[in-house]
């Protein structure tokens, strides 16, 4: 039968050999990722902690303080600051928030750090781009849970393993912006910058980056769109805030509490949203 | 010594280009090398050198190799063949530090489209070349003001490029390149994204600027008029190659070949031609030996109307016509001062052709051309004609 063709080779022990090579990961790297995981652990609860700390209403106010002068002393944003918040605070749930936010800082945080340098090494060499373009394909398009996975295995449970699963699938808009942006800049400005006898680095720093800064400020703001939109299924793996609300009500059916919920990761969405958006056309 | 050197200089872009160049050596076109290796010729085996203070141009039409060649003159563009000496120094065998050093000190480059940075003010523009060399800050900022002045834009320091129009962008670009003293300006096309009336401004003040400063200056235009108006000498590119180097005069009498005739066929002669260019030795009588039987039979002699008379060191006293000077013989009349008329239309060596149409419009005798109060040459109508014409009368350096 024809069938028979395609058993010709048998099942190739894909799963398994994943398998093998992470606890072999898991095991031979325990050295690095434990003190990874405890750190980064306690420098994250500690944050989560001290905002929770500060009353409510100073952050609402500062917020929005903020939000009138980045969006150009316009109340809009402001207001919806204020009303956003105090609603988030009013059901309850101030202190997922303050959990949800420190988990997308510091994801975020983290994927600029990796995301801008590899994005620069990438547009300096063809070769670098090459190599790196598929493996972004392939971190955007394989399903967030997947990353869970390893992420337990490496980090076991909690904010860390989130932190990890975030910064796999939020990383790669940065990485590309940031190649995407320096590639971008004129090559007549290039060349002015080495024809005055810059070094590499001036070049870079000087003329590439502050030329590619637009493009790569929405390639953060990607990043962290993204990071926000892995709290809820961090949240399965134990990281805490406004998405641990989300899958309990998921699990036990309360409509209700996942809208509320729901609705305070979107608040949050459009102020981050807003907040590094402005940022980046100011800037222009 | 040359401060460019510029030898054998050859650029093919493309996978294989030693083959190209051995296809070149045996003769093949551009456009054949072109078709059947894929490679594109760039530069053709250039050589040239540029003397201190001099304003060299590179002129050729749109594709032949104008910005290739300046790029591989401060090596933005690695040769594929051939040296390029600055000061005598060979770039090719600098490695990158030294490399560097000498574009920051001795080479600086303006612009087509100015490439100013958008994010940086006028001022700071014209700190980039002072910024990377690590000088402090007062000192490059007094530079680069100074540049800036140089220029005529001192009060635009706070502005942003984007502010500006395109001719006060180029004096930017210009003043970044001052603001380091570099012994050498490349300047590619720099004044061609500029509308007419600008142009010619900043043409002026380029040199201008350069009698100033002494700067050499590589200036790369496609356009035939700027070349003649700001060039010292003038090479002219035609696919990667030079065919022609020489004074805006020598191209325009002598041209090397049908290719740079025909390029300067529609050039407008009266701007870059000179009295010089088209004068004759002039027939005289001396007014302290000769009288008028003399003259006469001097006139009669040439087929003159009139002749010219000088003193012994050549000083123009005025003129005799035929009719006078026949009139006088038969009056008997010895002395030639009797008959010497002074109404003589006079032009300087240098004075450019198109003023002299004015001269010689009305004038019925010919036009002297005077040095130093002494008589050179003289004018004939006809003379003036032909040059326009482009008829080949016309001589270097009388
Ligand atoms: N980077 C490049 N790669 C391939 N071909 C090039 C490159 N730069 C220039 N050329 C080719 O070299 C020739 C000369 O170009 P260029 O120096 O820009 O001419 P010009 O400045 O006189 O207009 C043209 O045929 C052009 O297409
Ligand atoms: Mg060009």
Redesign the pocket.
């Known amino acids: 039968m024809l069938n028979t063709v395609l058993d010709f080779v048998p099942e190739i022990p894909i799963a398994e050999n994943t398998k093998k090579f992470t606890d072999w990961l898991t095991d031979t790297f325990a050295f690095l990722f434990d003190p990874i995981k405890e750190n980064l652990e306690s420098f994250m609860e500690f944050t989560a902690d001290n905002l929770i700390l500060i009353p409510p209403v100073i952050v609402i106010l500062l917020v929005a303080v903020l939000a009138f002068f980045i969006s150009g002393k316009k109340f809009g944003l402001a207001a919806f600051s204020i009303v956003g918040l105090w609603l988030i605070y009013n059901q309850g749930f101030w202190d997922h928030l303050m959990n949800t936010f420190t988990l997308v800082l510091i994801s975020s945080l983290l994927s600029v750090i990796i995301g801008v340098p590899v994005g620069i090494l990438m547009s300096k060499s063809k070769t670098a781009e090459a190599i790196i373009t598929p493996i972004l394909d392939f971190m955007q398009t394989m399903p967030a849970f997947v990353y869970l996975i390893p992420a337990v295995a490496f980090f076991g449970i909690g904010m860390v393993p989130g932190v990890f699963a975030s910064l796999i699938f939020a990383t790669p808009p940065t990485v590309r912006f940031t190649n995407l942006g320096i590639r971008q800049v004129s090559k007549e400005l290039v060349e002015a910058s080495e024809a005055f006898g810059s070094t590499g680095s001036q070049k870079l720093f000087k003329v590439e980056l502050p030329m590619a800064k637009a493009t790569i400020m929405a390639g953060i703001n990607q990043t962290v769109m993204l990071a926000l939109s892995m709290v809820v299924i961090a949240s399965m793996i134990g990281a805490p805030g406004l998405g641990t609300e989300v899958l309990s009500a998921l699990q036990r059916a309360q409509v209700g509490t996942g809208f509320v919920a729901g609705v305070g990761i979107v608040i949050l969405a459009i102020i981050i949203d807003r907040f590094t958006q402005t940022v980046n056309t100011k800037n222009k | 010594m040359p401060v460019i050197e510029v030898k054998n200089l050859s650029k093919v872009?493309?996978k294989n280009p030693k083959q190209a160049l051995k296809r070149l050596d045996e003769g093949m076109s551009?456009d054949a090398i072109l078709k059947e290796t894929g490679n594109?010729?760039?530069?053709n085996r250039a050589s040239f050198s540029v003397e201190e203070g001099e304003i060299f141009v590179i002129m050729?039409?749109?594709?032949?190799?104008?910005?290739?060649?300046v790029r591989l003159i401060n090596r933005l563009i690695e040769p594929t063949e051939g040296h390029v000496l600055i000061d005598g120094e060979d770039l090719a065998a600098m490695d990158k530090k030294s490399l560097r050093q000498v574009r920051r000190e001795k080479l600086s480059m303006v612009f087509q489209k100015f490439a100013l940075f958008p994010q940086r003010t006028i001022l700071e523009n014209a700190e980039y070349g002072l910024e990377i060399q690590n000088v402090a800050k007062d000192v490059r900022k007094k530079k680069a003001q100074e540049a800036l002045e140089m220029v005529g834009l001192g009060g635009y320091l706070h502005q942003k490029p984007g502010q500006l129009s395109g001719g006060m962008q180029q004096r930017v670009g210009l003043a970044r390149a001052l603001a380091n003293d570099p012994e050498v300006l490349l300047m590619?096309?720099a004044f061609s994204a500029l509308d007419p009336l600008i142009r010619k401004e900043m043409q002026d003040e380029l040199i201008d600027l350069q009698a100033g400063m002494k700067k050499t200056i590589l200036f790369?235009t496609?356009d035939l008029d700027e070349a003649l108006r700001i060039g010292d000498r003038i090479a002219l590119?035609k696919d990667?190659s030079i065919v022609q180097i020489g004074t805006p005069e020598e191209i325009l009498v002598n041209p090397a070949n049908d290719y740079v005739e025909k390029f300067v066929e529609d050039v407008d002669r009266s701007k870059v031609l000179s009295a010089q260019n088209i004068m004759k030795r002039p027939e005289t009588i001396n007014i302290e030996k000769h009288g008028p039987r003399v003259a006469l039979e001097r006139m009669r002699e040439e087929g003159l109307s009139s002749i010219f008379v000088v003193d012994s060191k050549r000083n123009l006293k005025g003129y005799v016509t035929a009719d006078d000077a026949s009139e006088a013989r038969k009056k008997d009349i010895r002395d030639i001062h009797e008959i010497l008329k002074n109404d003589i239309p006079r032009v300087e060596k240098d004075t450019a052709m198109n003023e002299i149409f004015d001269v010689i419009y009305d004038s019925p005798i010919p036009v002297a051309v005077i040095e130093n109060d002494k008589l050179v040459g003289i004018i004939v109508r006809g003379a003036v004609i032909a040059a326009l014409a482009g008829e080949g009368e016309v001589k270097l350096d009388a």
């Open positions: 872009f493309g551009k594109t010729v760039g530069v050729g039409l749109s594709g032949s190799g104008k910005s290739t060649l590619d096309e790369i496609h590119m990667g």
